[in-house]
Each structure stands twice: as C-alpha cells, then as structure tokens.
C-alpha cells in the first residue's frame, strides 16, 4: 500500500482546510487508518484515526468539535476537515495505514505541512 497526502497549506487563525489521503496498490487488508501531526520541536502526536469497515473514529480532545475524519472505500480515501484552525495545528500532517491482524501503523504517506498564523 501506498499512501499520498495532499491539502496542506498556510492559513489564518479560524480558517479550514481538508486533507487527503489516497490509498493505491493495495497489498493488504487496511484495518484503520489515521492522521498524525509533528509539530517543531515536538514528538509526533495521533490526531485522528477512523476504522475501515466500519467508520468508528477516534479524535484527540483538542480538535473535537473542530476536525472531522472520514473514509470513503470506494476511492480508497481518507479526509480530515479540519475547521476553525488555530496556530497550535500547525505541523507536518502524516496519514498511516494498519494491516488487518497488526497492532501498529505500517504504512505512511509523505507529511503535508499544515501552517496556522494568529
């Protein structure tokens, strides 16, 4: 599997932004896929993560109610809308994919850079 991240880009404070994740040349079965972010000086963090099959979604508590995960299996896409941004979602944004039957991320796209001024 490979995974292409697009949609990044520099905003103001209280300005959106949806990011893509394309999944191509499936080689397994994807249990879950999820959106990570590493700011300056700082280790990577999950921000969110959705289940394949059936939607369920997790979200860190900083952008509850701000960002929205969802998948489209068709295309074989994730999204993050990510609304009302604030400088401190400002990062390197990196989309992963876990294999059905192992516990961790194995497949990462390349980063797009997400910057929020105030």
């Known amino acids: 599997v490979q995974l292409q991240a697009s949609g990044g880009g520099m905003v103001q404070a209280g300005d959106s932004l949806r990011l893509s994740c394309v999944a191509s040349?499936?080689?397994?079965?994807?249990?879950?896929m999820g959106w990570f972010r590493q700011a300056p000086g700082k280790e990577r963090e999950i921000v969110a993560n959705i289940f394949w099959n059936s939607g369920n979604a997790y979200l860190i508590d900083s952008v509850k109610g701000r960002f929205t995960i969802s998948r489209d299996n068709a295309k074989n896409m994730m999204s993050l809308q990510m609304n009302n941004l604030k400088p401190e979602d400002t990062g390197l944004y990196y989309c992963?994919?876990?294999?059905?039957?192992?516990?961790?991320?194995?497949?990462w796209g390349q980063g797009t850079q997400v910057t929020v001024s105030s």
């Open positions: 992963a994919a876990r294999p059905a039957g192992r516990d961790g991320y194995e497949r």
């Open positions: 040349g499936r080689a397994f079965t994807i249990l879950q």
